[in-house]
């Protein structure tokens, strides 16, 4: 049986409707199952959490790679399936839970592996990419890389450089916490129900060390959300509605930086808002 032909099995046995509330798309091409995990690069040696593992497709190949698997899934009849088809793998663990509300971090402790030997990798459900992706980077795990499938949009946002085309305010998040790269486009036609858009699978590398340095780490992240909260206002009024500083204190600070007063977030790179961010830990 192929993919394709066991994920309709699969769906009949269990009398499976697709919940588009869970953002439940099924990968169906064995490729890009391959593609996902040479890019994730995965051993015998290594810890696999896996978001959202649905019918299970990508959890058989990783059951086989790796020396465990922790998968993480909210939807009960999802977990049926998984535990009907992989109860008998003793490197597999399931946790019927809201990956949002699990505290992964301590998860972790209790593994005891080496951050080199943990990786993440899903294909994510598209309605909650972002939080969960926050919530990997900003809980700092001790993890080597997290290789996801999200919709392709969300991928050149993640995977922009700070300060060029398709910047956001996660795109800072990202490149502070990792280096991403993006790993393929996967269309439309290659998951159960089609999903409206492509997808794409990116990769981030964690960093062992930020690429800049930081006074408070908060601070810059605040004057980043505060630049792309509006996106067509300029820094200045950004800085001022978000209560950060007074107008008279950012022209100050663009003045120090020799940047024009009508200069926009999304045109920083991630040297100039640290800068601005340490400016302000100063005043
Ligand atoms: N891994 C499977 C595949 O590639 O075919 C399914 C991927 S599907 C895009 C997303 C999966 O995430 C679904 O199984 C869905 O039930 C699950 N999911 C949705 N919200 C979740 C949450 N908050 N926590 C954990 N899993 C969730």
Redesign the pocket.
Known sequence: MNIYEE?KFLMKKYNITA?KN???????ENSV?HTILDSAKISKEDLII??????????QELLQRAKKVIA????EK?TTILNDRFHFYDNFQLIH??????DLKAMLQAEQMQRKQVKIV???????TTP?IMKLLEDKLPIESITV?VQKEVAERLTAIPGEKNTGAITYCVSYYSEPTEVMVVPNHF?IPAPQVDSEVIHLEIREKPPVTLKKEEIFFKVIKASFMQRRKTLINGLANSNICTKETAKEILNKMNLPEHTRGETLSMEQFAQIANILCEE
Request: proline share 5%; no cysteine.
């Open positions: 994920t919940n869970l953002g439940q798309n099924f990968l169906i199952i896996e978001i959202g593992p649905g019918l299970g497709t990508l959890t993480i899934e909210l939807d999802m839970q809201d990956v949002l509300k699990v899903a294909n994510l459900p598209y309605y909650i969960i499938m998951f």
